[in-house]
């Protein structure tokens, strides 16, 4: 059975080649020290296999792109250094067995055709987020004469942390499937806002999360990395922490003994190297399914409380889903009992929205009414909010049980002359100009202004906000989750 027999993180700042930085790379001595450390330990290791996760891949909303190409090539011509140079054999049977495990659990990964990667003009060189750490092991190989290893190489995808997590376990059994010794190597930087020497500025919130950081890497609190709000990570301008929740994920079910070799931020950029060595399989480190149970607890309550709106919606997508088939609002009151009458007195638009881990995982509704009731309009909605939202792959049959539902009732909008006619929380706003109409509901979590409101949604219309454009505004009745 193959094991992952240690696992590092690494940062990747190009100026710590010698040929990038030409003489600047000894700001970084630290890291430099501490990334020539961690090489050799892989050296040591004598893996058959690394397994390299890269933030600066092609990046999907949710799909991990791995090459399948039978060789994988890369340097840092873009760095000046052309003639830093880098090329592997691809462990492609492994990459095989990970997108296997992965589809199996909805979770969507795997290479793309060559024709499409021209059309979205992504490169298939190996990026300078594996390429940095990549540089340091293959210099350590070469050194010492050591046997070549194979590699995995693994782009990131912006799903909700957890699902990244699930993706990093689905590699774990992956590797259990073979019969080789796997380096897991997660670059990434931490920060780039720790300092005012970064081109990105300064904020304290980068401090505060570089600090928490390490401090859950050297302790090995992985729910508390697993928690950090998307929020904050945003505002921190943080570059690897889905990265390493891959790494962390591919552990779940092992004990782990992180030791960090070094932080700093000389650049105004936190930089971290840790190696996280593996010890024995421990049933109470299963944490995804102490998270799935606690998820169930929650989504157990909530359906408890489910008005009819939301029970009908939820209904409505299950049975598509699971049947292929539009339910009727009939069906459901034989099996659940009459609906309230204005459900089916009255017509209004409305919105299904759902979200998966606290995030959204799909929206799609009506602005005026298009069915005979609000019923029909909410059964036709919540399959489309499932199924047809351009954003998103359609909702499996495994996500289900984990998706929380609200349905908005909207009032009739009304013209409004300017912002200060708009309450993020009490009012939507719809946005028009010609044919292109742009709608964003209340009450979002991080809309906090008017103005942020009336950009998304033009954004969303594809209106410039230079663009002569009209505004109306809303309110809604909602039903379930905010």
């Known amino acids: 059975m193959g094991k992952i027999i240690n696992a590092y993180i690494f940062p990747h700042p190009p100026i710590i080649i010698p040929e990038v930085g030409k003489g600047s790379e000894i700001d970084a001595i630290k890291t430099i020290e501490a990334t020539k450390r961690a090489a050799e330990d892989i050296r040591k290791d004598a893996p058959d296999t690394i397994i390299v996760t890269t933030p600066h891949g092609p990046f999907f909303k949710d799909f991990f792109y791995i090459p399948t190409d039978t060789i994988l090539k890369g340097d840092l011509g873009q760095f000046d250094a052309s003639e830093v140079k880098l090329e592997f054999e691809n462990n492609t049977e492994l990459v095989e067995k990970i997108v296997r495990n992965a589809r199996a659990e909805g979770i969507y990964c795997g290479g793309l055709e060559n024709n499409l990667l021209k059309r979205m003009r992504v490169s298939k ?10 540089y340091f092991v293959d210099k350590e190989y070469r050194k010492n ?15 909700p942390y957890i699902d990244i997590y699930r993706f990093g376990m689905c590699i774990g ?67 690897g922490l889905r990265s390493f929740l891959i790494m962390f994920g591919a ?14 931020g000389p650049f105004g950029v936190g ?19 102490e998270y799935k149970k606690e998820m169930e607890r929650k989504i157990s309550i909530l359906r408890k409380d489910e008005d009819p709106y939301v029970s009908l919606a939820r209904f409505a997508l299950e ?27 009255d017509r209004a638009g409305t919105f299904v929205s759902l979200k998966k881990h606290g995030n959204l995982r799909g929206c799609i ?47 009739e909008p009304e013209p409004i002359e300017s912002m200060d006619q708009l309450d993020v929380i009490k009012y939507g706003v719809i946005v028009r100009a010609g044919f292109r109409t742009g709608l964003l509901l209340p009450n979002l979590e991080g809309i906090d202004t008017p103005e942020e409101q009336v950009s998304i949604a033009l954004r969303k219309a594809g209106i410039s906000p230079n663009e002569k454009y009209t505004m109306e505004r809303f309110q809604v009745v909602r039903h379930g989750a905010k």
């Open 271 to 289: 930089y971290a190297i840790a190696k996280i060595e593996i010890g024995d399989v421990n049933p109470n480190r299963k944490l995804y399914e």
């Open 173 to 239: 059994k992956a590797v259990a499937e073979t019969n080789e010794r796997i380096v897991f190597l997660a670059s990434g930087d931490l920060s780039h806002t720790v300092s005012h020497a970064s081109p990105y500025g300064y904020n304290p919130k980068g401090v505060e999360f570089d600090n928490l950081l390490v401090k859950y890497i050297s302790e090995g609190n992985v729910k508390g990395i697993l928690n950090f709000d998307p929020y904050f990570c945003e505002e921190a301008a943080q570059c």
């Open 319 to 345: 049975t598509y889903v699971r049947e292929g088939r539009v339910v009727s609002q009939n069906e459901y009151e034989q099996k659940f009992g009459d609906l309230p009458e204005e459900m089916i007195r």
């Open 251 to 264: 552990l779940d079910g092992y004990d782990i003994y992180p030791k960090v070799y070094s932080y700093e």
């Open 145 to 159: 004469n050591s046997k070549k290893f194979k590699i995995v190489l693994i782009s990131l995808a912006d799903l």
């Open 125 to 134: 060189k190996i990026d300078h987020g594996a390429m940095v750490p990549l």
């Open 365 to 411: 509704g009506t602005i005026q009414p298009t069915k005979k009731n609000i019923a029909e309009e909410i059964i036709h909605n919540a399959i489309s909010a499932g199924t047809n939202d351009p954003r998103f792959f359609p909702v499996s049959a495994n996500e289900l049980d984990e998706l929380v539902y609200s349905v908005d009732v909207l009032g």
